[in-house]
C-alpha cells in the first residue's frame, strides 16, 4: 500500500502577523505520528479567498488527507468553506443541530445573536459534521477526488476535542494497521551541540531506526530520537534502548525527557534530599528564582530571594562586609560566596546560591561586560565559586547567567 501523504492548512491572517502562534499544526503533527501518517507540509495562508483556494488546490494535488484549521467562524474573513467550495464545487448547507446548539448558546448567556452567527451551522451537504462540544462552529470531514478533508476550527480547545472525538478515530479505521511513529526528546545541559554530535558520532551513523538528531535550544541541546514499528510496544522498546545506548555516552549531562524542565528536576532534588535553597541575585535580578518558583511545588523547596542590584542592598540587607567589597569589589569570587553564605543564614536555608557580574553593555570595576560568578553554600561546608565569562547582549548575558545557576546547582544535587 502506498504511503499515506497528509498536510495541514491553517486559515488566519493573525498567524501570518505572528499575533498567534500555529500550535495547532504541531499538536496535530505528534498525534498523526503516532497513527503511522506521515505529515509531508504544514501550510499558513491568510483571510484571502483567492490565496485561500490556491493553497486548497496545491493540498489536492499532493496529499491524501488535508486537515484544516480556522476560517470556519461567523465573520467575512472566515472563508475556509467559500475556499473548499470553490474548489470542490460542493453545495454548502445549514445544519439544523449545529445551528440549534449556537441558538441556546444565545439563550444560555442571555446574548441577542446576530444574523452572522448562523454562518458558523453551514456544512457542506454529504459531509460527517462534527459537532462541537466545546464551542460553537462545527467540524466536517468531507471528500473530494478521493482526498479526504478535514475542517476543524481554529481556537485550539475545540481543535483537540474534535481530533480526539471524532478525527483520530475515523484515521485509524481508515489505515488499518500500519506503522507507528514516535519521538522522544533527550535535554542535555552543559554542553555544546557540537560536542555532543561528536561524542555520539558512531552512534548516530550507526542508527537509522531510530534517528537521532541534535538540535541547539535556549536551554541546553536536545537529542531527537524518531522511531517507526509495527507497534507502541516495539517502538517504546527501541526507544529506550536507543536511549541507555545515548545516556551511556553523554549521561553526566542529560536533565530530563520531552517536556520535563531543568527547573522541575532540581525542585525534584530538593524535595528528595529535604533541602531548601535561597538566592541572592545582583545582575539576574531574580531571574534565577523567579525560574524555580515557577514549577509547582516550588514552595517545599524554595525559601525566597534577595535582589541585591545596588552595593548599598549588598551591604545593609545581605550583610556583605565593607571588607569585602573595599578588598575586592562586588563582582569577584570573595563577595559571590558572601553572598551565598548570608543568603542561606538570612533565610534559614540548607544551600544558598549568588549571582555577581558585570551584565553590560560597559565594564564594571574594570572587568568587561559579560564576567560573572555564581556561588553554592551548603550547611555542610561545602562551598563552590565559579567565574564565566559570557558574550551577547546585556539581556543574553543575564539570561545565560540563570542558566548556568541551574546547571551547577542540577550537577551539585546529583
Keep these: 500500500m502506498a504511503q499515506i501523504k497528509s498536510e495541514i492548512i491553517a486559515v488566519g491572517t493573525e498567524l501570518l502577523l505572528g499575533q498567534i502562534a500555529n500550535t495547532n499544526a504541531q499538536w496535530l503533527s505528534q498525534q498523526l505520528a503516532a497513527y503511522g501518517i506521515n505529515v509531508y507540509n504544514h501550510a499558513v495562508v491568510g483571510d484571502n479567498l483567492n490565496r485561500v483556494q490556491d493553497t486548497f488546490r496545491q493540498a489536492q494535488n499532493r496529499s491524501d488527507i488535508i486537515i484544516v484549521t480556522g476560517g470556519l467562524g461567523p465573520t467575512d474573513d472566515d472563508l475556509t468553506r467559500e475556499a473548499f467550495q470553490g474548489l470542490s464545487g460542493q453545495e454548502i448547507i445549514e445544519h439544523p443541530e449545529s445551528m440549534e446548539k449556537i441558538k441556546q448558546f444565545f439563550d444560555r448567556n442571555n446574548y441577542s445573536m446576530t444574523p452572522n452567527n448562523r454562518k458558523q451551522a453551514r456544512v457542506f451537504k454529504g ?33 483537540k476535542q474534535l481530533s480526539l472525538d471524532y478525527v483520530f478515530p475515523y484515521l485509524q479505521k481508515m489505515i488499518g494497521n500500519k506503522e507507528v511513529i514516535k519521538s522522544i526528546v533527550l535535554k542535555f545541559i552543559g554542553i555544546g551541540e557540537s560536542r555532543l554530535e561528536h561524542d555520539l558520532h558512531d552512534l548516530i551513523q550507526a542508527q537509522s531506526n531510530p534517528t537521532i538528531a541534535p538540535l541547539a535550544q535556549n536551554d541546553g541541546v536536545v537529542i531527537r530520537l524518531t522511531a517507526k514499528e509495527s507497534s507502541q510496544m516495539l517502538v517504546n522498546q527501541i526507544l529506550e534502548e536507543t536511549k541507555e545506548k545515548v545516556l551511556e555516552q553523554v549521561g553526566e549531562y542529560f536533565y530530563g525527557v520531552d517536556d520535563q524542565t531543568i527547573e522541575e528536576q532540581i525542585i525534584s532534588l530538593l524535595i528528595a534530599q529535604n533541602k531548601q535553597i535561597a538566592a541572592a541575585e545582583s545582575l539576574t535580578g531574580g531571574m534565577f528564582m523567579s525560574r524555580l518558583i515557577s514549577v509547582e511545588g516550588a514552595s517545599e523547596a524554595c525559601a525566597g530571594g534577595i535582589v541585591c542590584y545596588d552595593t548599598d542592598v549588598k551591604k545593609e540587607v545581605l550583610g556583605i562586609s565593607e571588607k569585602t567589597i573595599e578588598s575586592h569589589g562586588t563582582v569577584s569570587e570573595e563577595c559571590a560566596l558572601e553572598m551565598a553564605v ?38 555542610t561546608g561545602q562551598d563552590i565559586v565559579r567565574q564565566f565569562n559570557f558574550n551577547g547582549s546585556r539581556n543574553s548575558v543575564r539570561r545565560r547567567t540563570a542558566l548556568k545557576g541551574l546547571e551547577l546547582l542540577f550537577k551539585y544535587l546529583k
Aim: aromatic share 6%.
Design 342 to 379: 548570608n543568603a542561606r543564614k538570612k533565610l534559614n536555608s540548607n544551600i544558598g546560591i549568588s549571582f555577581t557580574g558585570v551584565a553590560g553593555p560597559g565594564k564594571s570595576e574594570e572587568h568587561p561586560a559579560g564576567t560573572v560568578f555564581i556561588a553554592i553554600s551548603d550547611d
Design 127 to 159: 459531509a460527517k459534521v462534527l459537532l462541537n462540544n466545546a464551542g460553537m462552529a462545527p467540524g466536517m470531514m468531507a471528500t473530494h477526488q478521493n482526498k479526504t478533508w478535514i475542517f476543524l476550527p481554529g481556537v485550539p480547545r475545540e481543535m
